[in-house]
Nanobody, 128 residues
Framework: QVQLVESGGGLVQAGGSLRLSCAASGRTFSSYRMGWFRQAPGKAREFVAAINWNIGSTYYADSVKGRFTISRDNAKNTVYLQMNSLKPEDTAVYYC?????????????????????WGRGTQVTVSS
């Protein structure tokens, strides 16, 4: 019922910037939480950033705090991840996620179970 499509990934040199977009379609008017996760080669998926619209709070992993910014354009039904000062360690497939089912609120925003829907991901590669 909900579809998420990421875009904006690509190759960038260390220190550069990139902005990811996640366009949502379908039943999204009841969305409570949107987030970004990433998965590097040979690593587990990890939390990057999240935003809760009901209270207007944002959360970031320590590894990206101060460099990444999550935001959303309600009119376009799109969430963004602005990534600055990129490091090679940021190289990963970045996934957009959305929590819509009320039960997901019982899980933390940093966990996979805290979200109902996931995009296919977009590759971000940061070269040295």
């Amino acid at each position: 019922q909900v579809q998420l499509v990421e875009s904006g990934g690509g190759l960038v040199q260390a220190g550069g910037s990139l902005r990811l977009s996640c366009a949502a379609s379908g039943r999204t008017f009841s969305s409570y939480r949107m987030g970004w996760f990433r998965q590097a080669p040979g690593k587990a998926r990890e939390f990057v950033a999240a935003i809760n619209w009901n209270i207007g709070s944002t959360y970031y992993a320590d590894s990206v705090k101060g460099r990444f910014t999550i935001s959303r354009d309600n009119a376009k039904n799109t969430v963004y991840l602005q990534m600055n000062s990129l490091k090679p360690e940021d190289t990963a497939v970045y996934y957009c996620a959305a929590a819509i089912s009320p039960g997901r609120a019982t899980f933390g925003h940093t966990t996979n179970l805290g979200y109902d829907y996931w995009g296919r991901g977009t590759q971000v590669t940061v070269s040295s």
